[in-house]
């Protein structure tokens, strides 16, 4: 099973969001998204002020098995984007929780949020999908 932090919350798309003192969110892709998809070659990620909607494609992750979109869990204004991954897109394999975060986005509404899973909703998720 893969390493699923407690403290984060989790969209379909595999994506992991940490709600910060500030009221931003980093966001990342998470331990079972980077270990299926191998060895990451190549990372892009969005200019800082871009607004973002959610479900809405805003970065991109290539591994030598393929290339994903990343969708930002949440509508809001990306403030900060890991700019260190494209010199080291091996991060995200090495950890994806830490390191190889993606971006940090300033919420529009904080209530989308709630449309999130916790832990244990994204285990139970994980194990529908490998079904």
Same mark, same amino acid.
């Given at each position: 099973?893969?390493?699923?932090?407690?403290?984060?919350?989790?969209?379909?798309?595999?994506?992991?969001?940490?709600?910060?003192?500030?009221?931003?969110?980093?966001?990342? !892709?998470?331990?079972?998204?980077?270990?299926?998809?191998?060895?990451?070659?190549?990372?892009?990620?969005?200019?800082?002020?871009?607004?973002?909607?959610?479900?809405? *494609?805003?970065?991109?992750?290539?591994?030598?098995?393929?290339?994903?979109?990343?969708?930002?869990?949440?509508?809001?204004?990306?403030?900060?984007?890991?700019?260190?991954?494209?010199?080291?897109?091996?991060?995200?394999?090495?950890?994806?929780?830490?390191?190889?975060?993606?971006?940090? !986005?300033?919420?529009?509404?904080?209530?989308?949020?709630?449309?999130?899973?916790?832990?244990?909703?994204?285990?139970?998720?994980? *194990?529908?999908?490998?079904?």
């Amino acid at each position: 099973m893969s390493e699923l932090p407690s403290d984060l919350k989790y969209a379909k798309t595999h994506e992991w969001v940490r709600v910060q003192d500030d009221g931003t969110v980093t966001v990342g !892709i998470s331990d079972h998204a980077q270990d299926q998809m191998g060895d990451m070659v190549y990372v892009e990620v969005p200019d800082t002020g871009r607004a973002v909607q959610a479900g809405e *494609a805003c970065a991109v992750v290539e591994s030598v098995k393929s290339a994903s979109d990343v969708y930002a869990p949440v509508s809001g204004e990306v403030v900060e984007s890991n700019a260190a991954l494209s010199d080291h897109p091996e991060q995200v394999n090495q950890a994806p929780y830490e390191a190889g975060w993606l971006l940090r !986005i300033r919420p529009s509404d904080p209530a989308e949020l709630k449309h999130l899973m916790d832990v244990d909703g994204y285990r139970d998720f994980l *194990a529908t999908e490998e079904h």
